[in-house]
């Protein structure tokens, strides 16, 4: 019902910038309440980055505060996270989510962000 496509992963030096996409498609697709960005770094389970629902409203895990910036285009579908002042710790698999309620349903196939140090 709902496919999300992820993008903007890549390699980058510490204190860098990167910027993931991610965009929904599909017949419920503009019925999305809330998006979010998940990572999960080797060995280590998936942990919660950053979300935004349809009224513009954002939330963010401490790690990442005053650093990513979450935003959406509801017309588009579509969700972006700025990160910046990019940390070695950083470095995961980034995943878009889509919900309707209160739990993600939908997941993307994931973008990978290296931040070497």
């Known amino acids: 019902q709902v496919q999300l496509v992820e993008s903007g992963g890549g390699l980058v030096q510490a204190g860098g910038s990167l910027r993931l996409s991610c965009a929904a498609s599909?017949?419920?697709?503009?019925?999305?309440?809330?998006m979010g960005w998940f990572r999960q770094a080797p060995g280590q389970d998936r942990e919660f980055v950053a979300a935004?629902?349809?009224?513009?409203?954002?939330k963010y895990a401490d790690s990442v505060k005053g650093r990513f910036t979450i935003s959406r285009d509801n017309a588009k579908n579509t969700v972006s996270l700025q990160m910046d002042s990019l940390e070695p710790d950083d470095t995961a698999v980034y995943y878009c989510?889509?919900?309707?309620?209160?739990?993600?349903?939908?997941w993307g196939q994931g973008t990978q962000v290296t931040v070497s140090s």
């Open positions: 989510a889509a919900r309707f309620m209160t739990e993600y349903e939908y």
């Open positions: 599909g017949r419920r697709a503009s019925s999305i309440f809330g």
């Open positions: 935004i629902n349809n009224g513009g409203i954002t």
